[in-house]
C-alpha cells in the first residue's frame, strides 16, 4: 500500500527556517513527480511545489519562490521542502502527494500523505 | 494564472439525493480537470481525473463531465459517507489550482 509520512513540521518564529520531509513506501519513487500542498486553518487547497522525477524541474506558487526549496533524494525515497523566511501566511498543515502523468508532464495527484502542521508565530 | 470558480460554495442534501457541483475554468484547460474529496480533519483523497476518470477504489456513484472550461462533478445517490468539501483542481498548467470548494453537509 502506496504510504507518504509526512514529518518536521512546528511552531516557527517569523523570519525563521522549517524543513519538511516526506517519506515515501511501497511504490518505486524515482518514477513519479512529487509535490507539497498547503491548508491554511479553515482555508481552501492550495499547490505550493512540485519535483519531476528526476528532480531536474522544479514549480513553486509565486508567494514561495525565493523563500522555499524542494528536493527530492530517490536513494532515500524521500522528498523536501527547505522553508526559510517564513511568513505567518505560511501557517497551514502542509501535505505531501504523490502524482502521475499519463502523457507529456500533465500530473495529477493520486495519493497524500496526512499533513504536518506548521505554524508562524512570535 | 488559471483561476477555477466552483459553485455553489456548499449545500445541504439527504441521503439518496443526487448532487451536482460545477466547476469553471478561466480558460481552457481541455479534459486536465481533476477532483478531490476531503473530510473534516483528514487529507484530501483524490477523486476524478481527467474529468472523467475514477482513481481506484471510488465508488461509481461519483461521476464527471464536462470540457474546455466547464466540469461537473455528479453524487448520483448520497451516501452517508459522502458528505465532506470537494475540490476540482486543474493540471493544464503550473501554478497547479483549486476551486474554493463545496461544502455538502447533510439537510
Known amino acids: 500500500e502506496v504510504q507518504l509520512v509526512e514529518s518536521g513540521g512546528g511552531l516557527v518564529q517569523p523570519g525563521g527556517s522549517l524543513r519538511l520531509s516526506c517519506a515515501a513506501s511501497a511504490f518505486t519513487f524515482s518514477r513519479y513527480w512529487m509535490n507539497w500542498v498547503r491548508q491554511a486553518p479553515g482555508k481552501g487547497l492550495e499547490w505550493v511545489a512540485s519535483?519531476?522525477?528526476?528532480?531536474?524541474?522544479?514549480y513553486y506558487v509565486d508567494s514561495v519562490k525565493g523563500r522555499i526549496t524542494i528536493s527530492r533524494d530517490n536513494a532515500k525515497n524521500s522528498v523536501y521542502l527547505q522553508m526559510n523566511s517564513l511568513r505567518a501566511e505560511d501557517t497551514a498543515v502542509y501535505y505531501c502527494?504523490?502524482?502521475?502523468?499519463?502523457?507529456?508532464?500533465?500530473?495529477?495527484?493520486?495519493?497524500w500523505g496526512q499533513g504536518t502542521l506548521v505554524t508562524v508565530s512570535s | 494564472d488559471i483561476q477555477m470558480t466552483q459553485s455553489p460554495s456548499s449545500l445541504s442534501a439527504s441521503v439518496g439525493d443526487r448532487v451536482t457541483i460545477t466547476c469553471r475554468a478561466s480558460?481552457?484547460?481541455?479534459?486536465?480537470l481533476a477532483w478531490l474529496q476531503q473530510k473534516p480533519g483528514q487529507a484530501p483523497k483524490s477523486l476524478i481525473y481527467d474529468v472523467s476518470s475514477l482513481h481506484s477504489g471510488v465508488p461509481s456513484n461519483f461521476s464527471g463531465s464536462g470540457s474546455g472550461t466547464d466540469f461537473t462533478l455528479t453524487i448520483s445517490s448520497l451516501q452517508p459517507e459522502d458528505f465532506a468539501t470537494y475540490y476540482c483542481?486543474?493540471?493544464?498548467?503550473?501554478?497547479?489550482?483549486f476551486g474554493g470548494g463545496t461544502k455538502v453537509e447533510i439537510q
Open positions: 502527494a504523490r502524482a502521475r502523468t499519463d502523457y507529456a508532464d500533465y500530473i495529477y495527484f493520486d495519493y
Open positions: 483542481q486543474q493540471y493544464k498548467s503550473f501554478p497547479l489550482t
Open positions: 519535483i519531476k522525477e528526476d528532480g531536474s524541474e522544479k
Open positions: 480558460q481552457d484547460i481541455r479534459n486536465f
